[in-house]
């Protein structure tokens, strides 16, 4: 990452002597716009013929603003605790050794092979009044089954490889010579934390962050057990698309979904442009 | 290395170390551990009768059949796409292709759900196309087709992704060679392309194939939930739920649950064979990007 770009060669190479060139690229782009591109702008054509008026006061009723405010506002939740806990699960399995630590490497990706309506029924199981943590919880008066407590629990599972799979590679690459050289010169591990080694992580966090995130956002199948899923309170906005769809009311649907789609690209596009300036600031040393 | 690595382990503080591990097991512990357990104790909560009971019903059965039946036919299918998108990105060059690779990726950043209506807007009754599929008796919403394309759209990027920084790394002298030597273009790839990427193919595939066989959002919307005939597992696991029968449907769950511990161990197998594999989550156009510097 932080190396210096390889000077190129510039010899003059034969003109594409490899074949399929053509076969490869009209496939790709074939197979593309007809399972991905054309499917997807199906759903912002469809918006346009709602008209702006309607479009308007179907994203702005209360039951809709409040789900999505529901549903990016967990994700955010949930991506900053696997922003913390990623980043210390991830700094452990880089740095440190202990007994099983192949084994509990191979388990954080568990929720990439974890199918969504599993994770969703075990951790409702869990964190019910009467199940393994809800029973300890209850008396302490939090309730995280069926509220939006529930909701952050389920992203965070969901979210969490992410985080700590980008940071890995990462953290494997960082120069200990440079942590040494702060240990020298008299910085506290405190010190070398945050002024040597968190500069160096920032794109990698902010990736991690955006994964975790863009993926708690639309979420769906972990999600709904564990919600309640009441209206104003713990509804997420996939699921009431879903509601919507259930009920006919195919506009309705599509506006959400359209208002989903371009919070969702904006705030990726956003975490790439800061992620290109980290990048630039911090990855040239 | 590693007495490098020792020496400066031994070096830190030890209860700050020993307060990071026991963060990291507790999290790790709480979040994934527990919920994995849960599934197999629910299933068997009944005892080991009720457990295969619950897995013998015919409506589970029918479930377990479909999902292979999805898988078989939405893996293969990404699969080519990813090998041609691979060769294409990974051994030319092209203007536009960080915008393709940015393409590829879009699925997801698509939440399933919206996924599932795409094609119920395409394909349903007051679709674009519901009226000639209504002409000409073809069902794909609430059948099997929409499941399946469902299932290929939230499956899209895996094996590409996979396979556009191994074939980068690989560069095009090998298959240049067997040009000059004479080969055709299929027997180069066959013969040369193909072995030289078989640890990244066999990884997307298995990624591509345990997210097909555990879709729940996107499948839910086109499929209908008509029990023994649209169901895959986890809709099964669904409506076993919502019925409060909660063996069953921890039994079902347990199925896929024992699918994903298989994934890991096939992940972690693919990555020792090859390590460059692993934290294959960074988007593809990351990772190229990794490969260039």
Redo the contacts between chains.
């Keep these: 990452?932080a190396?210096p770009?390889a000077v190129e060669i510039n010899k003059p190479k034969p003109q594409?002597?490899?074949?399929?060139?053509g076969?490869?690229?009209g496939?790709?782009m074939v197979?593309?716009s007809l399972?991905?591109?054309i499917?997807?702008s199906?759903?912002f054509i469809?918006s346009l013929g709602l008209g702006w008026g309607h479009f308007w006061d179907v994203v702005t009723a209360p039951r809709v603003t409040a789900s999505l405010r529901l549903s990016f506002g967990a994700s955010l939740i949930a991506a900053l605790i696997n922003v913390v806990?990623g980043l210390?699960?991830a700094?452990?399995?880089v740095?440190?050794?202990?007994p099983f630590k192949?084994l509990?490497d191979?388990?954080?990706?568990?929720?990439?092979?974890?199918?969504?309506?599993?994770?969703g029924?075990?951790?409702t199981?869990?964190y019910a009044p009467n199940?393994?943590?809800g029973m300890w919880l209850k008396p302490l008066g939090i309730n995280v089954a069926f509220t939006p407590l529930g909701i952050v629990?389920a992203l965070?599972?969901i979210g969490?490889?992410?985080v700590v799979?980008?940071l890995?590679?990462v953290l494997e690459d960082l120069d200990?010579e440079v942590e040494?050289a702060a240990a020298t010169l008299g910085a506290s591990?405190a010190q070398a934390f945050v002024r040597v080694i968190l500069p160096a992580l920032w794109p990698a966090l902010l990736?991690g962050f955006a994964?975790a995130f863009?993926?708690a956002?639309?979420?769906?199948?972990s999600v709904i057990?564990i919600a309640g899923n009441m209206p104003m309170k713990s509804e997420i906005a996939?699921?009431l698309?879903?509601t919507k769809?259930e009920q006919y009311d195919?506009a309705g649907?599509?506006a959400i979904?359209v208002v989903?789609?371009v919070l969702?690209?904006a705030l990726?596009f956003g975490i790439n442009a800061l992620q290109h300036w980290a990048l630039s600031r911090h990855g040239g040393r | 290395m590693a007495a490098a690595e020792a020496r400066s382990d031994a070096g830190r503080a030890a209860p700050g170390r020993l307060l990071l591990i026991a963060a990291a097991l507790l999290f790790l512990g709480l979040f994934l551990v527990l919920p994995l357990l849960a599934v197999f104790a629910q299933a068997l909560a009944k005892g080991v009768g009720a457990y295969f009971i619950a897995i013998a019903d015919p409506n589970a059965w029918a479930s377990v059949k479909l999902t292979l039946t999805v898988a078989a036919i939405a893996v293969p299918f990404n699969l080519v796409f990813g090998v041609a998108a691979a060769w294409a990105i990974a051994k030319f060059d092209f203007r536009g292709k960080n915008t393709l690779i940015t393409l590829i990726d879009l699925p997801f950043a698509v939440s399933p759900v919206i996924a599932g209506l795409i094609f119920i807007l395409l394909f349903g009754s007051h679709g674009w196309f519901g009226g000639y599929l209504k002409v000409h008796h073809i069902r794909v919403v609430f059948a099997v087709p929409g499941i399946v394309l469902a299932t290929i759209f939230v499956t899209f990027p895996f094996i590409a992704r996979e396979l556009i920084p191994v074939m980068q790394a690989q560069g095009k002298d090998d298959e240049e060679t067997a040009l000059s030597l004479g080969a055709t273009g299929w027997q180069t790839f066959w013969r040369v392309t193909l072995p030289n990427i078989r640890w990244g193919l066999m990884y997307g595939v298995l990624l591509c194939n345990a997210r097909a066989m555990g879709e729940f959002g996107a499948v839910s919307v086109v499929s209908g939930h008509i029990r023994g005939l649209t169901n895959t597992m986890p809709l099964h696991v669904e409506i076993l739920y919502n019925e409060y029968n909660y063996t069953a449907a921890f039994a079902v769950a347990s199925l896929l649950a024992l699918l994903a511990l298989l994934t890991l161990v096939g992940k972690s197998f693919l990555e020792w064979r090859q390590p460059e594999l692993r934290h294959a989550v960074a988007p593809a156009r990351d990772r190229t990007r990794r490969e260039k510097t």
């Design positions: 990452m190396r770009a594409r002597v490899l074949p399929g060139f076969l490869t690229l496939y790709t197979y593309l399972l991905v591109l499917p997807l199906a759903v469809r806990f210390i699960v700094w452990v399995l740095r440190y050794t202990f192949r509990i191979a388990i954080v990706d568990l929720p990439f092979a974890l199918p969504t309506a599993v994770a029924i075990a951790l199981a869990l199940g393994w943590l629990v965070t599972f969490l490889p992410f799979r980008t890995q590679p200990r040494q591990a990736t994964l863009a993926r956002v639309g979420e769906y199948g057990f996939p699921l698309i879903v769809l195919y649907a599509t979904a989903m789609l969702s690209f990726m």
